[in-house]
Nanobody, 123 residues
Framework: EVQLVESGGGLVQPGGSLLLSCTGSGFNFDDYPMGWIRQAPGKEREWVAIIGWASLSTRYTNSVKGRFTISRDKTTLYLQMYNLQPEDTAVYSC??????????????????WGPGTQVTVSS
């Protein structure tokens, strides 16, 4: 059974930083692209950052370029977030993509999701 569990969310002031982590089990983690997806209250879910299998490629949504960095090791996915802004407030979930795919994925390509961790940016 595929399981994904996120951690690292919390309350941070504008301009602050957070590091999110996601551990996966039930599959060979490094063989799958992984993504961070967020959903803010009243808004549609959007992908934030995607990393291809074996870290071969990365992709970011325009609003987080230069502020967020996605990375991975053999068992864990990370999202380092800098200069957080109120509009980054959302539930952040990690998600698993199709076998040995790159980072050119859409939301519908992800096949398993974690429950999410809340990120709140507020003064």
């Amino acid at each position: 059974e595929v399981q994904l569990v996120e951690s690292g969310g919390g309350l941070v002031q504008p301009g602050g930083s957070l590091l999110l982590s996601c551990t996966g089990s039930g599959f060979n983690f490094d063989d799958y692209p992984m993504g961070w997806i967020r959903q803010a209250p009243g808004k549609e879910r959007e992908w934030v950052a995607i990393i291809g299998w074996a870290s071969l490629s990365t992709r970011y949504t325009n609003s987080v370029k230069g502020r967020f960095t996605i990375s991975r090791d053999k068992t864990t996915l990370y999202l380092q977030m800098y200069n957080l802004q109120p509009e980054d407030t959302a539930v952040y979930s990690c998600a698993k993509g199709p076998f040995r795919a790159g980072s050119a994925l859409g939301l519908s390509d992800f096949t398993a999701w974690g429950p999410g961790t809340q990120v709140t940016v507020s003064s």
